[in-house]
């Protein structure tokens, strides 16, 4: 049974950071892709980043390109998701989500690709 908890929401001002992390158990990690998705009040839950399943390909949505970066650590089991320069537009409830096929090259933007998501962490950046 994979689980997948995040923790590293809260609440933060406008321009300001946060780092989000998501440690996986029940299978092995460093075989898997992993993806951040995110989804506002009322909206649909969008792709937020990507990454494959060594960590050496990454990939951004537009909207955070440059300002969120998305690692891992497959000794820990864990991924991170570092937010940087934060905007009222980013207030969202974050999900970390596990592959469900092994071995992606390129991290899918797909929601439908991934088999197991966590619980979600809010975040809530005021301006």
């Known amino acids: 049974q994979v689980q997948l908890v995040e923790s590293g929401g809260g609440l933060v001002q406008a321009g300001g950071s946060l780092r989000l992390s998501c440690v996986a158990s029940?299978?092995?990690?460093?075989?898997?892709?992993m993806g951040w998705f995110r989804q506002a009040p009322g909206k649909e839950r969008e792709f937020v980043a990507g990454?494959?399943?060594?960590?050496?390909?990454?990939y951004y949505a537009d909207s955070v390109k440059g300002r969120f970066i998305i690692s891992r650590d497959n000794v820990k089991n864990t991924v991170y998701l570092q937010m940087n320069s934060l905007k009222p537009e980013d207030t969202a409830v974050y999900y970390c989500?596990?592959?469900?096929?092994?071995?992606?090259?390129?991290?899918?933007?797909?929601?439908?690709?991934?088999?197991?998501w966590g619980q979600g962490t809010r975040v809530t950046v005021s301006s």
């Open positions: 029940g299978r092995t990690f460093s075989s898997y892709a």
């Open positions: 989500s596990e592959d469900g096929r092994s071995f992606r090259v390129v991290p899918s933007m797909d929601a439908r690709e991934y088999d197991y």
């Open positions: 990454i494959s399943w060594r960590g050496g390909h990454t």
